[in-house]
């Protein structure tokens, strides 16, 4: 019976739709921008590449990466970044990014001599860059988010 309330429960609040927006701009479909890089990582380039958006990213927006780690019965199996490994011998590779407004930069930082890394870790590796939209709400008066009660969700057994 429990199951069945908290299935209504969540059904009733996903079927809530909101008419309007933050300051009254209109509720729409909020999309995240995403795009995939090949990338080779080389002493030319320092073992990093900095990658341009190619669209506008705003001041709050934030960047996610992830990297193909590997394919699995044909289905991608992607790793949300920093991914690290440890190699035979203690040494470790880590695939890390930073981002700031305008691009990402993906790099490969650790312990391993990357001059000495197989192809397989440093040539053709696949990134999915995704720029997830995001707001300051630190200025806004919302009594529901500010008036929180956490007694009143039931702990789960």
Not at 39 to 53: A, G, L, R
Not at 68 to 95: C, H, K, M
Not at 108 to 132: K, P
Request: one cysteine or more; a negative charge.
């Amino acid at each position: 019976m429990k199951k069945l309330v908290s299935l209504l429960s969540v059904v009733l609040f996903m079927s809530c739709v909101v008419e309007e927006g933050i300051d009254g701009r209109d509720g729409g479909l909020i999309v995240s921008s995403a795009f995939e890089i090949v990338v080779d990582f080389n002493p030319s380039n320092n073992y990093e590449i900095v990658e341009p958006y190619g669209f506008d990213v705003f001041e709050y927006d934030v960047t996610l990466v992830y990297i193909l780690w590997e394919t699995d019965n044909g289905q991608d199996v992607w790793r949300l970044l920093p991914q690290s490994t440890i190699f035979v011998g203690g040494a470790t590779l880590t695939y890390n990014f930073d981002f700031t407004q305008t691009d990402v930069k993906l790099f490969l930082e650790g312990t391993a001599n990357f001059d000495n890394l197989s192809a397989v870790w440093t040539q053709d590796v696949v990134f999915r860059i995704v720029v997830v939209p995001a707001d300051n709400v630190s200025n806004l008066s919302n009594p529901e988010m500010t008036d929180f009660d956490s007694s009143l969700f039931q702990k789960r057994d």
